[in-house]
């Protein structure tokens, strides 16, 4: 027999928790309906966003460069010292010889002078501060263990510096691979966005590039004349790598980063300058106006000076500009960052 009872009502709470929940459905879906899709960034967009990261993976880069420079010359400092230290030695081995041989002396003729034991003891200072025995000694003896007290303080500030120097050197290290990792972050993210990019797109960018590049080349062969031999000689030398990829850390042949060119420039021309765009700020002459730069002149870029290039007259530059460009002309203008002065080498 069929039940006739009736079905049992929901809740007011739960017909308020199911009110609630589809109005919030029929909500959300009017606002996904109503939103504009995400655009994608344009061009130039791109563009703007991948030249700051090229920046900031630069000013990486000059601080890498930095922390190679100080770990290399850290490694020589440590090898002369080690050295030293090795030859300094030898030379203790031949002063305890030379002091062993006027015991075994005394020992054949009759017996080792007390005083003369003192060779044998592994701290010759302590038996030398005790004024009272002095006596017994032999002015040759005196001299020998005095010679042997000298080495033995001179080697101790020897490998003590040593020491000092392999623990900046750890420090240096764990500097220069935090700085690798950080310019490798910032070029992963450039490359990331450059992928959001159409080919034809990438072609329009690289279009625009080499007009400007092709007209920075025309004004810059107008330009004056160089401040010096050597400037001549250098700004030569850039030009001849003209092409060459940017690749960070590099010094040449084949590819450079931007104080990696100079520095390879001026070496071509017999000078020595710093291998950082900081440190080369520093040298020579500056040049505050740009009205009073010559060919060949070393030009900064940024408050941080983390950007140099040659000056090639007309308001030009020769250059290393960043990843994924080559050695080329360009307008002091377009650089991306202030000019802060120029150094004439």
């Known amino acids: 027999m069929a039940s006739h009872r009736r079905p049992k009502q929901p809740s007011r709470t739960r017909v308020t928790v ?9 909500a959300l879906s009017s606002q996904a309906a109503n939103a504009a899709p995400s655009e994608k960034p344009s061009k130039d967009e791109v563009k703007a966003k991948v ?38 030695q030898e030379e203790l081995n031949d002063l305890r010889d030379g002091l062993g ?31 009272s025995t002095l006596d017994q000694l032999s ?3 005196i001299e020998g263990l005095k010679k042997i007290q000298e080495k033995q303080r001179e080697l101790a500030q020897e490998r003590a510096e040593a020491s000092d120097k392999l623990k900046d050197l750890a420090s240096t290290r764990t500097e220069l691979g935090k700085k ?6 910032k070029l992963a993210a450039a490359q990331k966005l ?28 107008g330009g004056s004349t160089a401040a010096s031999g050597r400037a001549a000689a250098a700004y030569s030398a850039a030009q001849s790598k003209l092409g060459s990829p940017y690749v960070y850390g590099a010094t040449g042949p084949s590819s450079y980063d ?5 520095s390879w420039a001026y070496a071509q021309a017999g000078v020595s300058i710093p291998r950082t765009s900081e440190a080369q700020s520093g040298i020579g002459t500056r040049i505050s106006a740009v009205g009073d730069l010559q060919v060949g002149d070393l030009v900064f870029f940024f408050s941080d000076l983390h950007h140099v290039g040659l000056y090639a007259g007309n308001g030009q530059v020769i250059h290393a500009p ?9 307008s002091m203008s377009t650089i991306g960052g202030p000019f802060m002065w120029g150094v004439r080498v």
């Open 18 to 26: 199911l009110t609630t929940a589809a109005a919030a459905a029929v």
């Open 51 to 88: 030249d700051k990261l090229y920046e900031q993976a630069e000013h990486a880069t000059e601080k890498y460069n930095g922390a190679k420079e100080k770990q290399e010359k850290l490694q020589k400092e440590i090898s002369t010292i080690q050295d030293n230290v090795a030859r300094g």
């Open 101 to 131: 041989s006027m015991a075994s002396a005394q020992y054949r003729s009759g017996g080792i002078d007390p005083s003369v034991q003192l060779f044998l003891s592994a701290d010759p200072d302590d038996y030398l501060d005790k004024a």
């Open 139 to 141: 002015g040759q003896q």
């Open 180 to 185: 690798k990792k950080e310019v490798q972050s």
């Open 194 to 221: 450059l992928n959001t990019l159409t080919a034809k797109e990438k072609a329009a960018l690289a279009a625009e590039d080499a007009r400007a590049t092709r007209s920075s080349e025309r004004q810059a062969l």
């Open 258 to 262: 931007c104080s990696g060119l100079t």
């Open 322 to 330: 960043r990843t994924g460009t080559v050695v080329r002309y360009e």
